[in-house]
């Protein structure tokens, strides 16, 4: 079927939608916040997601307006978990960086050009990041996670990406091409990235990358807390961390990778 076919354009939308409704899950999201997310019309959304709950793929609050991802998706995620969720390798990765550390420690899978936070356990430290949360979803080249599994691709793919991706208009000139090859250049020298508060003031974040059987970046393991906690002279006892969890991880993993 071609790409450009009807049938293909609106299961890409209907893709756009559950996408933007996963991020916002938590606490639902209205028709016209799902509309400003997907770039979509708000009747059409509309439509989208009308039809969704007539499958039970999404759910709505009668009292609220507000969209849920509904039953029939969590029936079917359990299914396919049986082939894809490796979370429950990687649980105790993450606790052990929030135990050591003291900080919040994430896991996170690559899916497309995004990455999708999947766990997430906080340290003894009082003092939190919100920046990232379970079902968070940030494109390649942006947080900590997405930099590392970037820069861990193949030049050809970073190159392609880079070109066909403006990530200036929502992120600012921080995520300029020439500034995000900067950071991928540092990230390979150290093997782990520091995101240095670019997504909110005062939080920052280090990842190491995760890799899949056939040697790709498929997931990374993130630690996040406020600037303070992550002073250069700290930094390389975090990274040492991330990379010896994030090796051991790749080395226990034996199923495929998200793609």
Not at 81 to 109: I, N, P
Not at 172 to 191: V, Y
């Amino acid at each position: 079927m071609s790409s450009s076919s009807p049938n293909a354009h609106l299961i890409g939308r209907v893709g756009a939608v559950l996408r933007a409704l996963s991020a916002a899950n938590e606490t639902g999201a209205a028709t016209v916040d799902l509309a400003r997310a997907t770039d979509l019309p708000r009747p059409t959304v509309h439509r989208l997601l009308s039809s969704l709950a007539e499958e039970g793929f999404v759910d709505r609050d009668r009292r609220t307006g507000r969209w849920f991802l509904g039953p029939e998706l969590y029936l079917l995620g359990q299914t396919a978990g049986h082939r894809y969720d490796v979370t429950h390798h990687a649980r105790a990765s993450v606790h052990r960086l929030a135990a050591k550390t003291g900080e919040s420690a994430f896991f996170s899978a690559l899916r497309g050009a995004e990455t999708v936070c999947l766990l997430r356990e906080d340290g003894d430290f009082p003092i939190r990041s919100f920046v990232l949360y379970e079902g968070a979803r940030f494109p390649l080249g942006v947080v900590s996670a997405g930099l590392v599994i970037l820069s861990f691709l193949d030049d050809a793919e970073v190159d392609a990406y880079l070109e066909h991706t403006d990530l200036t208009a929502r992120w600012g000139r921080a995520h300029s091409p020439e500034a995000i090859r900067a950071r991928i250049a540092r990230t390979r020298q150290h093997g782990y990235a520091v995101n240095p508060g670019l997504v909110v003031e005062g939080s920052w974040g280090m990842a190491a990358a995760v890799f899949d059987r056939d040697g790709q970046p498929a997931w990374a393991l993130t630690l996040t807390g406020i600037e303070t906690r992550f002073r250069p002279d700290r930094q390389p006892e975090l990274g040492a961390l991330l990379l010896h969890e994030a090796h051991t991880l790749t080395r226990t993993l034996d199923t495929p990778g998200f793609r």
